[in-house]
C-alpha cells in the first residue's frame, strides 16, 4: 500500500502555539498533498509539494518534503480555534499509470481558545 | 467560484437495495473519483474515471458497484445490493487537465448513505 500515514493521531494546543503534523509513506511519488477537513464535510485542498522541492509555504502553513526518508510535515504556525479540523496527506499512488489518490489515516487537531 | 455538488446529502435504504448517488463534477475538470469515508475513519479510495472510462480502483470497488457519467455533467456512483457495511460518507471529486489526475482534488460535501 503507498498510503501516507500521519502522526499524532490526534494533537491538541492552545491557540497561538504552532501545530506540526507528520506523514510518511511507503514508495516512490511524484506529488504529496495535504488536505483539511472539518468535521462532516469534504475535504479542502491546502497544499501540493512535488517531488523535486524540498519546502513549501502557503500563508501560514509549511511543507516539506523528505523524499529519501518517505516523509512529510505540516506545520501551522500561530494556529487559532478555526484550524481545528482533521489533516490528511495524500499521495499519487497508482503503479500503472492510472490515477489514484491515497489518503493518510489524518491527524484530529484541536486548538483551543 | 466553482464547486463540486452532490445529491442527496443523505440516503437512508434497507438492505438489498440498490442506490445511486449522484455528483456535478466543476464543467472543466477531466478527472473524476470516487471515496467513501466510514465515520471517524480514513477517506478511501474506490475509484477514478477518465475519458469516460474507469481509471483506477481500489479492491472496495467490486462488482457492486459501478459508475457511469450519463451526460456531460453528471457523475454517478451505483451500489447495487447494498450491505450494512456500506454505511458511509461518499465523497465525490474532481481535477482538471493542467493538474493531470494527481494534482489538486476539488470535493463534493458529500452523500451520506445510511443502511438498515
Known amino acids: 500500500s503507498q498510503q501516507g500515514e500521519e502522526d499524532p493521531q490526534a494533537l491538541s494546543i492552545q491557540e497561538g502555539e504552532n501545530a506540526t503534523m507528520n506523514c510518511s509513506y511507503k514508495t516512490s511519488i511524484n506529488n504529496l498533498q495535504w488536505y483539511r477537513q472539518n468535521s462532516g464535510r469534504g475535504l479542502v485542498h491546502l497544499i501540493l509539494?512535488?517531488?523535486?522541492?524540498r519546502e513549501k509555504h502557503s500563508g501560514r502553513l509549511r511543507v516539506t518534503l523528505d523524499t529519501s526518508k518517505k516523509s512529510s510535515s505540516l506545520l501551522i504556525t500561530a494556529s487559532r480555534a478555526a484550524d481545528t479540523a482533521s489533516y490528511f496527506c495524500?499521495?499519487?499512488?497508482?503503479?500503472?499509470?492510472?490515477?489514484?489518490?491515497?489518503f493518510g489515516a489524518g491527524t484530529r487537531l484541536f486548538v483551543k481558545a | 467560484e466553482p464547486e463540486v455538488t452532490q445529491t442527496p446529502s443523505h440516503q437512508v435504504t434497507q438492505m438489498g437495495q440498490e442506490v445511486i448517488l449522484r455528483c456535478v463534477p466543476i464543467?472543466?475538470?477531466?478527472?473524476f473519483y470516487w471515496y467513501r469515508q466510514i465515520l471517524g475513519q480514513k477517506v478511501e479510495f474506490l475509484v477514478s474515471?477518465?475519458?469516460?472510462?474507469?481509471?483506477?480502483k481500489s479492491e472496495i470497488f467490486d462488482d457492486q458497484f459501478s459508475v457511469e457519467r450519463p451526460d456531460g455533467s453528471n457523475f454517478t456512483l451505483k451500489i447495487r445490493s447494498t450491505k450494512l457495511e456500506d454505511s458511509a460518507m461518499y465523497f465525490c471529486?474532481?481535477?482538471?487537465?493542467?493538474?493531470?489526475?494527481?494534482?489538486?482534488?476539488?470535493f463534493g460535501e458529500g452523500s451520506r448513505l445510511t443502511v438498515l
Open positions: 474515471f477518465y475519458n469516460n472510462e474507469i481509471s483506477e
Open positions: 471529486a474532481s481535477s482538471d487537465w493542467s493538474s493531470g489526475g494527481s494534482g489538486e482534488l476539488f
Open positions: 464543467s472543466n475538470h477531466l478527472y
Open positions: 509539494i512535488r517531488s523535486n522541492e
Open positions: 495524500a499521495t499519487d499512488a497508482s503503479d500503472t499509470g492510472g490515477f489514484k489518490t491515497i
